[in-house]
Each structure stands twice: as C-alpha cells, then as structure tokens.
C-alpha cells in the first residue's frame, strides 16, 4: 500500500483524522528502508521550523525538493512506520536534530549555491578573484571552496593551507574564512593572511593592514571574539584552544605571494615542512635530533640544492638528493632528500 508523504507529514505532527492515523499505524512493521525514509521525513520537518528564520533560503521549496529526491529513489517502497518508534527516536535524537539541521541546510542549500574549490599543487602559487572582487593568493599545496554567487548575509570560504585575502569592502556583508570548525576569520574589508594546513598544530592569522575579527566557539556554546591589529600574528592551537597574540613584521609573513621563504628562528621541523610544500619533496630525516635546530634564513627563487647547502651550514647536518623514479604508469616520482647529523 503506497501512502502519499503528505499524509504521513499529518501523521507525524498530529493533525491526521482517527481513521486515517489507523490506517498508517497498521503499517507498522515495515522494512528497516521504510524506517529510514520515514525519518528522513521527520528530521526534514525539524530542519524547515529553523530555515524559515533565514531569509537567504526558501524552505518550503526546499522541503519539496527534498521530498521530490525521496520520491525517485523510493517509487517502489511502501512507507510504513509505526508511530511509537517515531516517538522513540525522537526522544533520543532531539539533540542531534540541531546538528543534523546544518547538515540538511548544506545539503538544501546545494542545490540553490554552487561551490567552487581552487586547489593549488605543491611548489606552485596561484592568484585569483573571488565573486565580488577580492583578490586572494593561495599558497602551495592548498585549498580554497567558495559559492559561486555569496550569500546575502555574508561571504563566507573556506580554507585549507595557506592563503592570503584583500578584500573588497562591504560593511553590510562581513567576509569570513573558516578554517576550523571552532575557528573563523570575520573582516569587512582589509588584507590579511591565514595559515592553517592540516598538518599543522597551529593556525596562524597575520594582519597586514586594517582590522579583523578572530571568531572563538567555545565548549559551552559561547563565540569569543578578538580584535587583531595590523603587524600582529594570532596564533591558534588545534589541541587546547589556546590563542596567543605577538607583534610581527606582516612584510616577512606574507613574503611567500613573491617567491619568497623567510625563516625567523624556525626549528628544523618547520622548516622541512615549508620546503616539502615550496618544493615538492619529500624529507627522510635519519637522526631525530636534527629537528631541535633553529634556523634563520631568507631566500628568494632559489633552487632548492643552494637552498638545502645552507641549511647544511646553519645545522652542521648532510643531506643526499636522491633522483626521483618513474612509476609504472610513467609519472615522476617526488625528489628525497635524506638528512642526517654531520
């Protein structure tokens, strides 16, 4: 017996007459795929009530077309369900509704936004222009996801790696880059730098010039919000939360946009990183010590033997390039380079 989802949606918030609700609850017993589509339903209908708030989102056209996407792929399945175990689940997943719902919204919202991802392959710097204007500089082995047309209240990205924003200003519609899931930067309009790859500890935020917003989500629910100034370096840890503020030459953080690496008292550990991504090598480090060094350095287009002879003299380490294999599917293998003690 096919029930038309109307029915079931009366069904589900109580308005169905006696007679009819009979009907539906002589269905109970159903297949676990009736369940689940009967769920869906009644996680769709949580969702709507908090959509209805935001003015960027039709949610009844929304709802339809959620319900459209169940018609198709379930003409031939009977919708059963027994309105007891609707009560049940509720109960537990009451909680979870408020997480699902942004779920739901990403995926409703899909089909209104198109996103866009810009990736960047390791040794190389791209540059681009967002829908309304901003000028953004992705650094090697990074990512960017964006809507392809912003959203009415605010423009938001997300970001993977390194990247560096001038913004085009807009007071009534604030630019956010999020980069963690309790992490974000809000700007109105300025130019600024986050790094913030995920093997990285630490997300870093350096202001060039104006003012941004750092955007803490908090345990209890609560967003901290702090004010950085232009020549300042927010550094925020993954593990813990902690933020930390330092006053920096912003120049030497955003150097890289030109060809640039600038080491400031760096360990060893760091600065492997910053070459394996500028460079497109892997680093086969044989004694673990020679992570503890501190390096200081500057280098503009230079070829990574040069760059690798300094370090040499920096750390009292050798190093080997070893030349890179082809595959078997004729690709080229990244350079080793090995490294240990002197």
């Given at each position: 017996m096919i029930v038309d989802e109307y029915i079931l949606i009366k069904y589900l918030d109580g308005t169905l007459p006696e007679d009819e609700r009979i009907q539906v609850d002589d269905w109970v017993a159903g297949s676990p795929e009736n369940k689940k589509l009967l769920e869906q339903i009644y996680f769709t209908l949580q969702v709507t009530d908090r959509l209805r708030v935001m003015d960027s989102v039709d949610p009844e056209m929304a709802l339809v077309r959620f319900k459209s996407r169940v018609r198709k792929q379930n003409k031939k399945v009977s919708l059963r369900r027994s309105w007891?175990?609707?009560?049940?689940?509720?109960?537990?997943?009451?909680?979870?509704?408020?997480?699902?719902?942004?779920y739901f919204f990403m995926q409703i919202g899909q089909e209104r936004v198109r996103m866009v991802e810009v990736r960047t392959n390791p040794g190389v710097v791209s540059t681009f222009d967002l829908p309304d204007g901003t000028k953004v500089w992705l650094n090697a082995g990074s990512s960017l996801k964006y809507p392809e047309n912003f959203w009415p209240e605010c423009r938001q990205v997300e970001l993977t790696g390194q990247g560096y924003f001038e913004v085009t200003k807009n007071p009534k519609k604030p630019f956010i880059v999020k980069v963690d899931p309790v992490?974000?930067?809000?700007?109105?309009?300025?130019?600024?730098?986050?790094?913030?790859?995920?093997?990285?500890?630490i997300v870093s935020t350096t202001l060039v010039e104006g003012s941004v917003w750092l955007n803490l989500s908090q345990a209890n629910g609560k967003v901290v919000h702090q004010l950085l100034k232009p020549d300042e370096r927010a550094d925020f840890t993954r593990v813990g939360g902690k933020l930390s503020i330092t006053s920096v030459n912003a120049d030497n953080n955003v150097a890289w946009r030109n060809g640039e690496i600038i080491f400031r008292n760096n360990s060893m550990e760091q600065v492997l990183k910053t070459l394996t991504r500028h460079y497109n090598v892997k680093f086969n480090v044989k004694d673990k010590e020679v992570l503890?060094?501190?390096?200081?350095?500057?280098?503009?287009?230079?070829?990574?033997?040069?760059?690798?002879?300094?370090?040499?003299?920096?750390?009292?380490?050798?190093f080997k390039?070893?030349?890179?294999?082809?595959?078997?599917d004729n690709r080229l293998e990244m350079s080793v380079i090995e490294i240990s003690k002197e």
């Open positions: 007891q175990m609707v009560q049940r689940v509720a109960a537990v997943l009451f909680i979870p509704v408020l997480a699902l719902s942004a992490y974000s930067v809000e700007v109105l309009g300025t130019r600024f730098d986050v790094s913030a790859y995920d093997d990285d500890e503890n060094a501190i390096i200081t350095a500057r280098f503009k287009n230079e070829q990574l033997p040069q760059v690798m002879e300094y370090i040499k003299l920096a750390s009292n380490i050798k390039i070893e030349k890179p294999a082809i595959t078997d």
